[in-house]
């Protein structure tokens, strides 16, 4: 659809996701605002956390938007969510809330439960080495008595090496153990759904953490696995290169 001026009023909840086609649409929290254009999603985060957004957002010109769902523009959201962090910390949507659980969002915070859960068996993560090399062979060195430590370092590899794409390798494979050694499918999926949110650059990568994803959504009878399985579709469909 075209049209120039309020998209949505301030204090509605979006209950649909446009993607800007051309155009230029503005967001405003806390009095600053946000341009937003081409491939852009409108009231993104509003969208997601279902949450009113806080002033007018408004096409400045004539704007063509398109109505999207979630699972075609999966990979596409997470990069968005991905940049738009440091903006959207500046402002009033709480950035915190935002777990990727299926865009389900949870109260719970995963880096508590696996401080948590470390208290518990009392292992101690310690700190990564300062070179990526060095680190790569600490966190490969941990025997499967010391899984949960292990998943602790990997996280903090990625935090410490974000650009560094053996980070979304030793997630995929620290989930996959999680899973079969202690059973925990709440740590192996949110482990699995870094990957989509840290990688979304990395198609290969993100097949992969997809493609387990449907797997234990199914193994639970969570339905959730066909939304998964139309994902890994679309995905194969860009590796190979498919328009």
Known sequence: MRLEGTIFKAGEVPKRLFKIVFGTVRETRRKTYHDLTNGDFVALFEYLLQIPVEEDIVALEETELVEVSWEDEYLNILGKVYDLREIISQTSVDVERIVLDDFQFEETNFDEYLDQVEALLTLSAGELPDDKDDAVKLIESLEEDRLITKVNLVKKFVEKFPNEEIGAKMLI???????????????????????LFLFPDSPSYCLEAV??????????????WRKYGKIAKLLEAKLRGDN
């Open 211 to 224: 493609k387990t994803l449907e797997s234990i959504y199914k193994e639970e009878g969570n339905i959730m």
């Open 173 to 195: 494979e620290t989930a996959a153990k999680v899973y079969i050694v202690l059973g925990d499918k709440y740590i192996s999926k949110a482990l699995l759904k870094k990957v």
